[in-house]
Nanobody, 118 residues
Framework: QVQLLESGPGLVKPSQTLSLTCTVSDASITTNDVDWIWIRQAPGKGLEWMGYMSHHGYTYYSPHLVSRISISRDTSKNQFTLQLASVTPEDTGVYYC??????????WGQGTQVTVSS
């Protein structure tokens, strides 16, 4: 059973860069036909798909975030990382990493709360 665990600072100041890491266990992030995704949920709002990295290392970002977001990976640590620049209080929320096989269901991390505040 694949496990995903988000980690990173819970508090970020406005204008700074948010950086979160997803550590994956019991599955390789280079496994064929699997995407590795970042999703978030702001207070009182629905889930927002932010972007993903494919098993090839290809990335695709939400048009809403493309100027601020970067997803990278460290295959030696089996981790993938989210960076979101120039954060504002509107970026406050719970951030999830997830695994999505091309023909299968999502596997989710437990989520991590991020608050943007001075």
């Amino acid at each position: 059973q694949v496990q995903l665990l988000e980690s990173g600072p819970g508090l970020v100041k406005p204008s700074q860069t948010l950086s979160l890491t997803c550590t994956v266990s019991d599955a390789s992030i280079t496994t064929n036909d699997v995407d590795w995704i970042w999703i978030r949920q702001a207070p009182g709002k629905g889930l927002e798909w932010m972007g993903y990295m494919s098993h090839h290392g290809y990335t695709y970002y939400s048009p809403h975030l493309v100027s601020r977001i970067s997803i990278s990976r460290d295959t030696s640590k089996n981790q993938f990382t989210l960076q979101l620049a120039s954060v504002t209080p509107e970026d406050t929320g719970v951030y999830y990493c997830a695994r999505k096989p091309y023909s299968g269901a999502y596997s989710w991390g437990q989520g991590t709360q991020v608050t943007v505040s001075s």
